[in-house]
T-cell receptor
């Protein structure tokens, strides 16, 4: 079944650790996105990609980095986590027809 | 730059009643798409309904319908026969290219 997956769903980690949030989709979409969202608040675009080897920064400045080596995979990395990175991170992909975005379940990150 | 405004941070509705969520947007484009997304507590963001700007007919999906007023740049969501499962954050979104611009969200509470 075509879907979009994120792991881990929950992560609690100490300050200074390096973390990678995984996002994979089996929908065959070229476009993928990362959003940051505090609970019950609006979404902020932090990274996007239009295809393999294409990555761009979004509207909200973020210390995270992304890579797109395979079409289906779009991981997000924080080299040194800080408490200010505590948030929910949503991954999405979109089709070509309506540019409707499909969202993963999210990763809730807590940095102590 | 496009902006999307949801003027109601919170709304409540009695079960089985009807509620309307407001959304306005600002754009100079003539061809674009509008979406309503639903984000239940701790659950995945899903698409509720989509409207193409070139279509005058308002979109409808079962109990969900929109009132699209292109000249007024208004895109409200009507939920009929509200159910407990409709309780969620609702986000209005605009797309004229590759990006979605989201509103700040409306939290809908459904009273039994």
């Amino acid at each position: 079944e075509a879907d979009i997956y994120q792991t881990p769903r929950y992560l609690v980690i100490g300050t200074g650790k390096k973390i990678t949030l995984e996002c994979s989709q089996t929908m065959g979409h070229d476009k993928m996105y990362w959003y940051q969202q505090d609970p019950g608040m609006e979404l902020h675009l932090i990274h996007y990609s239009y295809g393999v080897n294409s990555t761009e920064k979004g509207d909200l400045s973020s210390e995270s980095t992304v890579s797109r080596i395979r079409t289906e995979h779009f991981p997000l990395t924080l080299e040194s986590a800080r408490p200010s990175h505590t948030s929910q991170y949503l991954c999405a992909s979109s089709d070509q027809s309506y540019n409707e975005q499909f969202f993963g379940p999210g990763t809730r990150l807590t940095v102590l | 730059a496009q902006t999307v405004t949801q003027s109601q941070p919170e709304m409540s509705v009695q079960e089985a009643e009807t509620v309307t969520l407001s959304c306005t947007y600002d754009t100079s484009e003539s061809d674009y798409y509008l979406f309503w997304y639903k984000q239940p507590p701790s659950r995945q963001m899903i698409l509720v309904i989509r409207q193409e700007a070139y279509k005058q007919q308002n979109a409808t999906e079962n109990r969900f319908s929109v009132n699209f007023q292109k000249a007024a740049k208004s895109f409200s969501l009507k939920i009929s026969d509200s159910q407990l499962g409709d309780a969620a954050m609702y986000f209005c979104a605009y797309n004229a290219g590759n990006m979605l611009t989201f509103g700040g969200g409306t939290r809908l509470m459904v009273k039994p």
